[in-house]
């Protein structure tokens, strides 16, 4: 088992994993529970420093915060596995969370409003209007059609002379107000014409 836990914190924090010496809050870590349940899954090895150091931690005290964290401020709860390991004389408990089928989980601030978050490589980031949209979609039929008008052509003629597009750019070009580019663009990238990506930077949309 020990072997197990070290290819694991070998891998560092990534996309799908993430290391905490322990739980100090749980409406901090509700937004790791949400974001890995919004996207592909992840798991959290808690009692491991961010330096891949083993802390170790109590267990039982760890798994009481990561369940309060998903009863209180997760909507909807998000679904967890847990799992006890032994190393050097330490313990780690490794949290296991599966793509929800209920996405979008939102996680509750500390001004308590409710946002919703993704993974991206190791961070989690807020998402924005047009990911909201593409979960809507994702619960409707795909027989939508879409109409590719001349304001649609002068955006992909941007794309062609530059590297992406910003959701205010795209909203100037488009002449559309932010609830209906946010519309549009989710359009666009169910469709794959268009693909998002999150960046220091901020949103960025690309031709796919």
Same mark, same amino acid.
């Given at each position: 088992? $020990?072997?197990?836990?070290?290819?694991?914190?070998? *891998?560092?924090?990534?996309?799908? *994993?993430?290391?905490?010496?322990?739980?100090?809050?749980? =409406?901090?870590? #509700?937004?790791?529970? @949400?974001? !890995?349940?919004?996207? $592909?899954?992840?798991?959290?090895?808690?009692?491991? =420093?961010?330096?891949?150091?083993?802390?170790?931690?109590?267990?039982?005290?760890?798994?009481?915060?990561?369940? +309060?964290?998903?009863? /209180?401020?997760?909507?909807?709860? @998000?679904?967890?596995? $847990?799992? @006890?390991?032994?190393?050097?004389?330490?313990?780690?408990?490794?949290?296991?969370?599966?793509? $929800?089928?209920?996405?979008?989980?939102? #996680?509750?601030?500390?001004?308590?409003?409710?946002? #919703?978050?993704?993974? &991206?490589?190791?961070?989690?980031?807020?998402?924005? +209007?047009?990911?909201?949209?593409?979960?809507?979609?994702?619960?409707?039929?795909? +027989?939508?059609?879409? %109409?590719?008008?001349?304001?649609?052509?002068?955006?992909?003629?941007? /794309?062609?002379?530059?590297?992406?597009?910003?959701?205010?750019? !795209?909203?100037?070009?488009?002449?559309?107000?932010?609830? &209906?580019?946010?519309?549009?663009?989710?359009? /666009?990238?169910?469709?794959?014409?268009?693909?998002?990506?999150?960046?220091?930077? +901020?949103?960025? !949309? %690309?031709?796919?």
């Amino acid at each position: 088992m $020990s072997l197990y836990i070290q290819k694991l914190i070998a *891998q560092g924090e990534h996309q799908q *994993q993430d290391f905490k010496q322990r739980i100090d809050d749980s =409406k901090k870590i #509700a937004k790791t529970l @949400v974001a !890995f349940a919004n996207c $592909s899954g992840g798991r959290i090895l808690i009692g491991i =420093k961010d330096n891949g150091r083993i802390s170790g931690v109590d267990p039982e005290e760890e798994y009481h915060m990561i369940q +309060g964290a998903s009863d /209180l401020y997760c909507k909807p709860e @998000v679904e967890f596995r $847990s799992k @006890v390991f032994k190393i050097e004389n330490k313990t780690v408990l490794e949290i296991t969370v599966l793509k $929800s089928t209920e996405r979008p989980h939102y #996680a509750k601030l500390e001004d308590d409003t409710w946002k #919703a978050y993704i993974r &991206k490589a190791d961070h989690n980031y807020m998402v924005n +209007g047009v990911q909201l949209k593409l979960w809507e979609f994702e619960k409707k039929d795909h +027989g939508e059609e879409l %109409t590719i008008t001349e304001k649609e052509e002068m955006v992909f003629k941007y /794309l062609q002379e530059n590297q992406y597009i910003t959701f205010m750019r !795209f909203c100037k070009i488009m002449r559309q107000k932010p609830w &209906k580019a946010e519309d549009t663009l989710a359009k /666009l990238i169910r469709w794959d014409i268009l693909r998002m990506d999150r960046t220091d930077n +901020g949103w960025q !949309f %690309t031709l796919n």
